[in-house]
């Protein structure tokens, strides 16, 4: 059971970014999930989510109007669009799948913002 993110690195001020999630070893499709963020001497926040009750996407404050999360089940990956990119979301991101009480985070992707 594993996560694997991808798509992070270096973008400009007002730019944008991808960043996918890849599950192997079991099915997202059952599964809430969601992105998370951590500054350097932050503490983790959550950016943004799907759960599995109503199906819709919910932004934390600092992404709303400017990421995108998504899913393909048929590729059991997850994704974050990150548009109009501002200094202040440097950060490690991370991905995570829930399903009842257990939990899985991935590794984590570095996305840096600045000119």
């Known amino acids: 059971v594993q996560l694997q993110a991808s798509g992070g690195g270096l973008a400009q001020p007002g730019g944008s970014l991808s960043l996918s999630c890849a599950a192997s070893?079991?099915?997202?499709?059952?599964?809430?999930i969601g992105w998370f963020r951590q500054a350097p001497g932050k503490e983790r926040e959550a950016v943004s989510c799907?759960?599995?009750?109503?199906?819709?996407?919910y932004y934390g404050n600092s992404a709303k109007g400017r990421f995108t999360i998504s899913r393909d089940n048929a590729k059991n990956t997850m994704y974050l669009q990150m548009n109009s990119l501002k200094p202040e979301d440097t950060a490690v991101y991370y991905c995570?799948?829930?399903?009842?009480?257990?939990?899985?985070w991935g590794r984590g992707t570095q996305v840096t913002v600045s000119s």
């Open positions: 995570k799948a829930v399903r009842g009480i257990t939990s899985s």
């Open positions: 070893g079991y099915s997202l499709d059952e599964h809430a």
């Open positions: 799907i759960s599995t009750t109503d199906g819709r996407p």
